[in-house]
Nanobody, 128 residues
Framework: EVQLQASGGGLVQAGGSLRLSCAAS????????IGWFRQAPGKEREGVSC????????FYADSVKGRFTISSDNAKNTVYLQMNSLKPEDTAVYYC?????????????????????WGKGTLVTVSS
């Protein structure tokens, strides 16, 4: 059974930083991609960033470019999202998700339907 465990959320002041982690287990794909998505109160879930395990390609939503950095530790099957210069509008529940289809990596943050497995979210609250 594929499991994704997101952690690292919390309360931070605007301008601060947080690092989210997503630990994946139970899958047999040789190559995979993990994405971060978020859902703010009253809004639809949106893609934030994703990374391919095979070649390290990364993609970011325009709203987080230059502030967030996604990285991976393939030995630990763990993906990190370093979030700097946080803004109140970054407040959301952050979810990580996994797909074994790396062909679709460039489109992952635009179409959450391409993800195969989802973890429970972790709440990030940015105070002004």
């Amino acid at each position: 059974e594929v499991q994704l465990q997101a952690s690292g959320g919390g309360l931070v002041q605007a301008g601060g930083s947080l690092r989210l982690s997503c630990a994946a287990s139970g899958f047999t794909f040789d190559d995979y991609a993990i994405g971060w998505f978020r859902q703010a109160p009253g809004k639809e879930r949106e893609g934030v960033s994703c990374i391919s395990s095979s070649d390290g390609r990364t993609f970011y939503a325009d709203s987080v470019k230059g502030r967030f950095t996604i990285s991976s530790d393939n030995a630990k099957n763990t993906v990190y999202l370093q979030m700097n210069s946080l803004k109140p509008e970054d407040t959301a529940v952050y979810y990580c998700a996994l797909t074994g289809n790396i062909v679709v990596v460039p489109w992952l943050i635009e179409d959450e339907g391409l993800m195969d497995y989802w973890g429970k979210g972790t709440l990030v609250t940015v105070s002004s």
